[in-house]
């Protein structure tokens, strides 16, 4: 049993900031990558960034690259995904995912275990 619990997110005005974080655990709880991913209201789930276990490879989400930033400060923490310089078309629930096998990316089908989601609305 594997669980992704999910902390942070919450309103903010745009150009604001906010930090999502995701622990991992359980028995089996050392995965080889985890990601973020977003489901914004009446669109489908999209990659965020992702992050291997030791944080050696990340991936960034073409157009969030400069304000969103995926880190982890040692295997026994959690993984944060902060973010900066926030849009209203950032508004959306996100969710963090652990991959048990690859390197992570931005397929969620690679992803095994999903987190409950969190919100985040950026609006004025």
């Known amino acids: 049993q594997v669980d992704l619990v999910q902390s942070g997110g919450g309103s903010v005005q745009p150009g604001g900031s906010l930090k999502l974080s995701c622990v991992v655990s359980?028995?089996?709880?050392?995965?080889?990558?985890v990601g973020w991913f977003r489901q914004a209201p009446g669109k489908e789930r999209e990659s965020v960034a992702s992050?291997?276990?030791?944080?050696?490879?990340?991936y960034y989400r073409d157009s969030l690259k400069g304000r969103f930033t995926i880190f982890r400060d040692t295997v026994e923490d959690p993984v944060y995904l902060q973010m900066h310089s926030l849009k209203p078309e950032d508004t959306a629930v996100y969710y963090c995912?652990?991959?048990?096998?690859?390197?992570?990316?931005?397929?969620?089908?690679?992803?095994?275990?999903w987190g409950q989601g969190t919100r985040v609305a950026v609006s004025s």
């Open positions: 359980g028995p089996s709880a050392t995965m080889a990558a």
């Open positions: 992050i291997t276990w030791t944080g050696a490879i990340t």
């Open positions: 995912a652990a991959d048990q096998h690859g390197t992570g990316g931005h397929l969620s089908s690679d992803y095994q275990y």
